[in-house]
């Protein structure tokens, strides 16, 4: 097993190496780990929603999707169920030692600005949730990218972990909670995640107005968004589940498509949803484009393969950070109401934050 482990991340590192378009992952609660290598250097755009790929999205549906066709690569897998990987000793960007090239103090005063600014515009009645994000940049040394990959498939069995890289886009990785789309033989699943606390050895805590009120809009518009697309649905009443260091308020949601034809219309239907941006959902997104101050690109949109054997599996890029060259960008937000406290709302973003340094370190 280890050999063959061992020969499967020499594959990624030959291709990192080469500067081939690639993507390595595993999904939630698997062992199943997946690569698809590029044959070409070429940045494929996704045009129809009947191509069959692996599919990288960004927060903007106006911007260009990326894809892997599953025609233009080599795929190859294998199982990873208890992973005492060996150290790499290629695919540098040893463990890290990092200082932050922002100044903590300066980040939290904007953050904090900006979460006042979305609840003032709550509370004029303009909106009734906004996700407000922000970008903290680490600056890294003796980064090896593959042990920080291995690092999250160990630390977060139950999310979707990724390694991703186009020599055109860069190289983003992360573990990341949350289902968008399951699609298999005409039913889908999907999920409403929302609320944050931190995880304290147990998830039987307390939930507040807010994180409460906060879930509920996501599992709302959700529901009223798919019922025009499905034959029946269902949906679980909220639980708490464990993401790392964190707890989320979650609800299932599942049925049966109405027509085989409705991918795309599912997918934009959905993304991006209230958990990522806001509602009503114009409305957010030009506030979030106006007033965050970077742009988002690829995180908060989604990932995934896409109609392979007619079936999707796509999941939100959160909980993720882009490399290049000896910096680390992370990116981390929450979502705002009118009963939100902006000081708070920073301690959320510092400990999700903690799910991708403690991978760093």
């Known amino acids: 097993m280890q050999k063959e482990i061992a ?57 260009k999707m990326v894809i892997f066709p599953f025609k233009e690569c080599d795929s190859f897998s294998t199982t990873n169920h208890e992973m005492d990987f060996l150290e790499s000793d290629e695919f540098f960007i040893e463990k890290a030692q990092f200082t932050n090239s922002d100044k903590l103090v300066s980040l939290k005063e904007k953050h904090i600005s900006l979460v006042q600014k979305g609840i003032d515009f709550i ?6 949730k906004i996700v407000l994000s922000r970008k903290e940049t680490l600056e890294c040394t003796n980064l090896n990218v593959l042990n920080i990959f291995k690092k ?60 409460k009120q906060e879930q509920q809009y996501v599992t709302e518009f959700m529901l009223e968004n798919l019922n025009k697309f ?13 993401a790392g260091n964190l707890v989320h308020l979650r609800t299932d949601i599942s049925g049966k498509l109405k027509s085989d034809n409705s991918l795309e219309k599912l997918i934009n239907a959905l993304h991006p949803t209230p958990a990522v941006c806001g509602l009503p ?64 709302e920073w301690e959320e973003t510092v400990s999700k934050a903690e799910v991708m340094k403690n991978v760093l370190l």
């Not at 509370?123 to 009734?128: F, L, P, R, V």
């Not at 499905?230 to 464990?242: C, G, H, M, N, R």
């Open 281 to 344: 959902k114009t409305v957010a997104a030009n506030f979030i484009l106006q007033h965050e101050g970077y742009e988002r690109t690829y995180y908060s949109g989604y990932l995934g393969e896409m109609n392979k054997n007619n079936n999707t599996g796509l999941f939100v890029n959160l909980r993720c950070m882009q490399l290049e060259n000896n910096f680390a960008s992370l990116y981390i937000g929450g979502g705002i109401t009118a009963d939100s406290n902006p000081e708070n």
């Open 123 to 128: 509370k004029n009645k303009h909106a009734e």
């Open 7 to 63: 020969k499967f991340f020499i594959e990624i590192e030959n291709a990192y190496k080469t500067k081939a378009p690639f993507v390595v992952f595993r999904k939630p609660n698997e062992n199943l780990l997946t690569a698809y290598v590029q044959l070409t250097n070429e940045l494929y755009e996704l045009n129809s929603f009947d191509e069959a790929g692996f599919v990288f999205a960004p927060f903007d549906p106006k911007e």
């Open 152 to 211: 999250m498939l160990k630390a977060y069995k139950n999310a979707f972990v990724y390694l991703w890289f186009h020599p055109e886009v860069g190289l983003w990785l992360g573990a990341t909670p949350e289902r968008l789309l399951t699609v298999e033989n005409g039913n889908f699943k999907t999920m409403a995640l929302a609320g944050t606390q931190k995880y304290n050895g147990t998830t039987k805590v307390i939930w507040q107005k807010k994180e």
């Open 230 to 242: 499905a034959e029946s649905l269902e949906f679980t009443t909220p639980f708490t589940v464990q």
